[in-house]
């Protein structure tokens, strides 16, 4: 179920349905309406869209996308913001659910948004993305298919969402680069003060002249443990050593993973669409004992699940990883589940904003 949020020109976004904020009548309006008319090619755009008629608010139709990069173009109009008492709410979340039937019915495997109202329409950007958010993610949770969404943020929309999504990361940032470089310049301490130790403890040890050598009753075995003589003959290993070694022991992560589930009473289609994870990927975690995954989807599976910061590093500890402070996506995990923001498609944002990659399946 990835859901990912961009900042672009939808106009230039490839999807398989783009959807436009149309004017109710069957003429071209402003903002993102006009734009994509003019990508589109306006005359047969407007062609198509006469034999439509006029759209209610809160209702969907569609066209086809001709010059766009996309098969249809899904026209929905939003509300206009009033004073929040005209059912302007209610309205704006049809947009979206009207639209994604639409693209099913279409057979989309994707589609696009813009922020609907939150331009001419006056729509207070920041609810317009919390309903945006919500619907979107409500709808394809629903889904059988699997739909790629994306919500594309410009001008005004942008810097709002930006203000809300960024609010407090890049001080939080700068105080975790801060801190790595503290434990980076303390252990290059410690590595000096360990070498200086290793350096002592040689200058004390005795030459090999002065070394005691094993008795003449000594047995081989013993013999070779002292000296390490002969090709064949091996120190017996430490006690529980087994069990730490690979494949002596069940997958940690796998075991841990599900235990979660199970004590959140989640069914597997609710985690990886949380995740934004394949049906696919999520099997392969199910299925096979000796699955290895990547930090990556760790991290996603952590934040579907609501993990605390404990809990998310212990995950990532039973997968081999680590939250690691110099990390830049690392920081960004950490500052949301600080925040308890559990919503994946805004991480995403965050992630994207700081040129790193996005969490799931993408």
Not at 252 to 276: C, M, N, S
Not at 277 to 301: C, G, H, M
């Amino acid at each position: 179920m990835p859901l990912q949020i961009i900042r672009n020109d939808i106009t230039r976004v490839r999807a398989d349905a783009i959807v436009n904020t149309a004017n109710p009548d069957p003429v071209v309006g402003g903002g993102t309406d006009s734009a994509i008319y003019k990508a589109a090619g306006e005359e047969k755009l407007l062609e198509a869209r006469r034999k439509i008629g006029p759209i209610e608010r809160g209702r969907a139709a569609w066209t086809p996308a001709f010059g766009l990069k996309a098969k249809y173009i899904i026209h929905t109009v939003g509300p206009a913001w009033i004073d929040g008492t005209r059912g302007e709410r209610e309205l704006l979340r049809s947009c979206y659910e009207k639209s994604l039937a639409l693209a099913e019915q279409l057979k989309c495997r994707s589609v696009a948004f813009p922020l609907i109202s939150s331009g001419v329409y006056g729509f207070p950007e920041s609810e317009a993305l919390t309903i945006a958010l919500s619907a979107i993610e409500q709808h394809l949770m629903g889904m059988e298919e699997e739909l790629r969404v994306t919500l594309v943020v410009f001008g005004s929309s942008a810097t709002a969402l930006s203000a809300r999504v960024m609010d407090g990361i890049e001080e939080y940032i700068g105080e975790a680069e801060v801190e790595a470089l503290r434990e980076e310049e303390y252990s290059r301490d410690r590595a000096a003060r360990e070498r200086r130790r290793m350096q002592n403890t040689m200058l004390q040890r005795p030459s090999k002249a002065s070394a005691p050598r094993p008795a003449a009753s000594a047995s081989f075995d013993t013999f070779g443990q002292l000296y390490g003589a002969g090709k064949t003959a091996k120190a017996p290993a430490a006690p529980g050593l087994e069990s730490y070694l690979p494949g002596k022991k069940t997958n940690a992560f796998r075991e841990r993973l599900f235990q979660i589930i199970d004590a959140r009473g989640l069914k597997d289609p609710e985690v990886y669409k949380r995740a934004y994870l394949s049906k696919q990927v999520f099997s392969k975690i199910r299925s096979k004992e000796d699955y290895k995954p990547s930090k990556n989807t760790v991290l996603a599976l952590g934040i579907a699940l609501k993990l605390s910061l404990p809990e998310m590093e212990d995950l990532l500890r039973q997968a081999g990883f680590a939250l690691a402070p110099g990390d830049l996506t690392d920081c960004i995990v950490r500052f949301y589940l600080d925040r308890e923001e559990y919503d994946l498609a805004v991480v995403n944002y965050a992630l994207y904003e700081h040129h790193c990659p996005p969490l799931g399946s993408f």
